[in-house]
């Protein structure tokens, strides 16, 4: 059983860019959820998606978007990138309703 | 607003010894908090959870207390080992199965051989 995996572990971008991180859900979660992680601080939720539509979202401008596909695969989408984006953006993934999250290794952002 | 607050962001413990981290929090709708653990370049990994309809829950080494008079939880692992050294945060949430979690900020655990 394969757990949840994220792509790419590390990228720079310059402000005003736009980035797509991809995560892959534990074989059987159906649910993912996506959080931000600033140096320093605890992750932080950014929203998330059950069968496809998003399902609960914190307090992140439209500028942040996602998907999840199908194979409940998931994308993060950021747009119009600031300094600020610059953190950690874990992806988790859960069989609906268990309120256990496991978590990837992340995908380490730095805007430049 | 920080909603869960991990006051200490770093702790030393001696191989051996009870190592008791603490997490206070101020949202009185939380009804589910969980413990996690990081290690270096890789995802947080879930140790364990307590409903607020409980004030003990252990597993193995670890064990979580609520208070929730005071809004208070600890984790206690009992004997700490080396394997402990990690960053634990604490995190909440409004009900049990509800995946959007509010994390606190951690404290960094070293274990002293």
């Known amino acids: 059983e394969t757990g949840v995996t994220q792509s790419p572990t590390h990228l720079i971008k310059t402000r005003g860019q736009q980035v797509t991180l991809r995560c892959s859900s534990q074989?059987?979660?159906?649910?993912v959820s996506w959080y931000q992680q600033a140096l320093g601080q605890g992750p932080q939720f950014i929203f998330q998606?059950?069968?496809?539509?998003?399902?609960g979202r914190g307090n992140f401008p439209p500028r942040f978007s996602g998907l999840q596909f199908p194979n409940y695969s998931s994308e993060l989408n950021v747009n119009a990138l600031e300094l600020d984006d610059s953190a950690l953006y874990l992806c988790a993934s859960s069989p609906q309703g268990l309120g256990e999250l496991f978590f990837g290794e992340g995908s380490r952002l730095t805007v430049l | 607003d920080q909603q869960v607050k991990q006051n200490s962001p770093s702790l030393s413990v001696q191989e051996g010894r009870i190592s008791i981290l603490n997490c206070d929090y101020t949202n009185s709708m939380f009804d589910y908090f969980l413990w996690y653990k990081k290690y270096p370049a890789e995802g947080p990994t879930f140790l364990i959870s307590?409903?607020?309809?409980?004030d003990k829950n252990e597993d193995g080494r670890f064990t979580v207390f609520l208070n929730k008079s005071a809004k208070h939880l600890s984790l206690h692992i009992v004997p700490s080992q080396p394997g402990d050294s990690a960053v634990y945060f604490c995190a909440a949430s409004e009900d049990f199965g509800n995946e959007k979690l509010t994390f606190g900020t951690g404290t960094r655990l070293t274990i002293i051989p």
């Open positions: 307590i409903s607020s309809i409980k």
């Open positions: 998606y059950y069968r496809e539509e998003e399902n």
């Open positions: 074989s059987g979660h159906n649910t």
